[in-house]
């Protein structure tokens, strides 16, 4: 006998369709988000057996790989450590000015790479190499790791924590067997994010003259004109990047998701005691250091001037211009990034995954291999939109696609499970649960994908050196002009107002991802 709540939903027929439709769209969507990997295969494919082997067979090779996988494992390391501690004195203890220290902590943010490394060279031209990108990249990344475990903290459900500590475990003991396991999803998410913005970051490198494969695939590209070996060399980051979704997968699957209980249990405070003095004084050097020196650095350019033998931009122009593509750019890339979130979150099948973990391949791709496909593509097939505003919005897309696809996920791990089933049993079509129900849950999470997305590419420099229309400039576009000219004072109110554009992204993407302190709320 069928269930009068089966009866009340809709036809099997709306059902299959409606079934049947988001997987073929997540495919459509990540096909197009994936084509410049098909653009990399087509060219390397010109390459004969013999060229690539001596191409991978060069010492040059040996030394890339060491170089991007030596300061990749270092700084994702050094990241989730500084991550995960911040985040734990922050959300699990009793430090003092909780909020304040959050936006200290996540701030940095609002400063692009290569002007991070603008900023330390401009300072003293003795950090560079490996070691000053190791400090560059650890300074600008680590919130990429305390933003999603703060987040798994302060929403997650602390009565494990409170047992163990009831149990007789000290503090110490209840954060490595209890709190890690909670966090190792957002710990991995972020130590991902990390890693691959590692992989394809040219401009801080160049700057700090620290030679990997995004820098030497720039080379080859725009200098040597060889897109052959530079294809190959892209595959390389292609099957580094496939390794690390691999390995997050892996971890975020063993780890337990913290979830927060029906009555919102939050564990009491760690009392910090006598650690209380040491812990402010490392939150206070780390913000110093990642915030205070690139933050002194524009002052310092600022007020020192700006004379330059190249001729003066309009800053208003390019600020115009750079908010209006990196603005459009977000809102298409989250609106992209649904459909495939939604199908992975709502079904936990193989073609599902795949789908999911195929989308963050094209982040391994450097910004001139995407604006190369897209330029290949545009003259092919869409020659109308060839240096055409379109074309710039495309490559942002392709590039960012996977920020928005980690945040809008992270939203949907929010929403209780069954919830959609529930609100379908009752009579609600598809369209309507999904209006309805679940966006209006992961809205603030969409928020977030937007801020994430436009705060990113509006500091992309090596796809809008290539792909913007004739005449258009952005501020990343003339910073480097500039700083390419050494003329680092006549950089400076670029750089300062990228940064300030950069700030209130960043207090969004706070607020958004890590919501209400249940703890501040009861008080």
Same mark, same amino acid.
């Given at each position: 006998?069928?269930?009068?709540?089966?009866?009340?939903?809709?036809?099997?027929l709306?059902?299959?369709?409606?079934?049947?439709?988001?997987?073929?769209?997540?495919?459509?969507?990540?096909?197009? +988000? *994936?084509s410049?990997?098909?653009?990399?295969? +087509?060219?390397?494919?010109?390459t %004969?057996?013999?060229?690539?082997?001596?191409?991978?067979? =060069? @010492?040059?090779?040996?030394?890339?790989?060491?170089?991007?996988?030596?300061?990749?494992g270092?700084?994702?390391?050094?990241?989730?450590?500084?991550?995960?501690?911040?985040?734990?004195?922050?959300?699990?203890?009793?430090?003092?000015?909780?909020?304040?220290?959050?936006?200290?902590?996540?701030?940095?943010?609002?400063?692009?790479?290569?002007?991070?490394?603008?900023?330390?060279?401009? $300072?003293?031209s003795?950090?560079?190499?490996?070691?000053?990108?190791?400090?560059?990249?650890?300074?600008?990344?680590?919130?990429?790791?305390?933003?999603?475990?703060?987040?798994?903290? /302060?929403?997650?459900?602390?009565?494990?924590?409170?047992?163990?500590?009831?149990?007789?475990?000290?503090?110490? #003991?209840?954060?490595?067997?209890?709190?890690?396991?909670?966090?190792?999803? #957002?710990?991995?998410? *972020?130590?991902? $994010?990390?890693?691959?913005?590692?992989?394809?970051?040219?401009?801080?490198?160049?700057?700090? /003259?620290?030679? !990997?494969?995004?820098?030497? +695939?720039?080379?080859?590209?725009?200098?040597?004109?060889?897109?052959?070996?530079?294809?190959?060399?892209t595959?390389?980051?292609?099957l580094?990047?496939?390794?690390?979704?691999?390995?997050? &997968?892996?971890?975020?699957?063993?780890?337990?998701?913290?979830?927060?209980?029906?009555?919102?249990? %939050?564990?009491?405070?760690?009392?910090?005691?006598?650690?209380?003095?040491?812990?402010?004084?490392?939150l206070?050097?780390?913000?110093? !250091?990642?915030?205070?020196?690139?933050?002194?650095?524009?002052?310092?350019?600022?007020?020192?001037?700006?004379?330059?033998?190249?001729?003066? #931009? %309009?800053?208003?122009?390019?600020?115009?211009?750079?908010?209006?593509?990196?603005?459009?750019?977000?809102?298409?890339?989250?609106?992209?990034?649904?459909?495939?979130?939604?199908?992975?979150?709502?079904?936990?099948?193989?073609?599902? =995954?795949?789908?999911?973990?195929?989308?963050?391949?094209? =982040?391994?791709?450097?910004? +001139?291999?995407?604006?190369?496909?897209?330029?290949?593509?545009?003259i092919?097939? &869409?020659? @109308?939109?060839?240096?055409?505003?379109?074309?710039?919005? &495309?490559?942002?897309?392709? $590039?960012?696609?996977?920020?928005?696809?980690?945040?809008?996920?992270?939203?949907?791990?929010?929403?209780?499970?069954?919830l959609?089933?529930? &609100? /379908?049993?009752?009579?609600?079509?598809?369209?309507?649960?999904?209006?309805?129900?679940?966006? /209006?849950?992961?809205?603030?999470?969409?928020?977030?994908?937007?801020?994430?997305?436009?705060?990113?590419?509006?500091?992309?420099?090596?796809?809008? $050196?290539?792909?913007?229309?004739?005449?258009?400039?952005?501020? #990343? !576009?003339?910073?480097?002009?500039?700083?390419?000219?050494?003329a680092?004072?006549?950089a400076?109110?670029?750089?300062?107002?990228?940064?300030?554009?950069?700030?209130?992204?960043?207090?969004?993407?706070?607020?958004?991802?890590?919501? @209400?302190?249940?703890?501040?709320?009861?008080?």
């Amino acid at each position: 006998m069928t269930s009068p709540h089966r009866a009340a939903g809709p036809p099997p027929l709306l059902r299959w369709r409606a079934a049947g439709l988001l997987p073929l769209l997540g495919l459509a969507i990540v096909t197009v +988000i *994936g084509s410049p990997l098909a653009f990399v295969g +087509i060219q390397a494919a010109q390459t %004969s057996w013999d060229q690539a082997q001596r191409l991978l067979g =060069r @010492p040059l090779i040996a030394t890339l790989l060491w170089n991007t996988t030596a300061l990749a494992g270092a700084v994702t390391l050094a990241t989730a450590v500084l991550g995960f501690g911040a985040a734990y004195l922050v959300e699990r203890t009793d430090l003092a000015g909780r909020r304040a220290w959050t936006v200290a902590l996540t701030l940095p943010l609002a400063v692009p790479e290569f002007v991070r490394g603008y900023s330390w060279i401009s $300072l003293s031209s003795s950090v560079h190499g490996y070691w000053g990108a190791v400090l560059v990249m650890t300074c600008s990344l680590y919130p990429l790791v305390f933003l999603p475990v703060a987040a798994s903290l /302060r929403r997650g459900d602390a009565a494990a924590e409170e047992v163990s500590r009831s149990l007789g475990q000290g503090p110490l #003991a209840t954060l490595r067997r209890v709190t890690l396991p909670l966090t190792r999803p #957002a710990l991995a998410g *972020g130590a991902l $994010l990390v890693s691959l913005y590692l992989l394809g970051e040219y401009g801080a490198f160049a700057m700090l /003259r620290f030679t !990997t494969f995004s820098t030497a +695939i720039f080379t080859q590209y725009k200098l040597g004109f060889d897109a052959a070996s530079a294809s190959l060399l892209t595959l390389v980051l292609v099957l580094l990047t496939l390794m690390l979704v691999t390995l997050e &997968a892996g971890a975020g699957r063993r780890g337990r998701t913290a979830r927060r209980g029906t009555a919102g249990c %939050s564990a009491s405070p760690v009392r910090l005691g006598r650690g209380r003095l040491p812990a402010v004084a490392a939150l206070s050097a780390l913000v110093g !250091t990642a915030l205070g020196v690139p933050v002194y650095a524009l002052v310092y350019w600022l007020f020192a001037g700006s004379s330059t033998t190249l001729p003066q #931009a %309009s800053l208003l122009s390019a600020a115009l211009t750079t908010f209006g593509y990196a603005f459009t750019a977000a809102l298409t890339a989250t609106a992209a990034a649904l459909p495939v979130a939604l199908y992975a979150w709502r079904r936990d099948t193989l073609f599902a =995954r795949t789908l999911e973990r195929a989308a963050f391949l094209p =982040r391994a791709l450097p910004g +001139i291999a995407v604006a190369l496909a897209v330029v290949y593509f545009a003259i092919r097939y &869409a020659q @109308p939109l060839y240096q055409q505003p379109p074309m710039l919005i &495309a490559g942002y897309v392709i $590039l960012f696609f996977p920020l928005a696809l980690t945040a809008v996920r992270a939203a949907l791990a929010q929403v209780p499970p069954g919830l959609e089933e529930v &609100a /379908r049993s009752l009579g609600t079509r598809p369209a309507a649960v999904l209006a309805r129900v679940t966006l /209006r849950l992961v809205l603030p999470g969409l928020g977030a994908a937007v801020a994430m997305v436009g705060l990113t590419a509006s500091t992309e420099l090596t796809a809008t $050196l290539l792909l913007r229309p004739t005449g258009t400039q952005t501020l #990343a !576009t003339q910073f480097w002009t500039y700083t390419s000219g050494l003329a680092y004072g006549a950089a400076a109110p670029y750089a300062a107002v990228m940064v300030a554009m950069s700030v209130p992204p960043v207090l969004l993407l706070t607020r958004r991802t890590l919501g @209400p302190n249940p703890r501040t709320e009861n008080r």
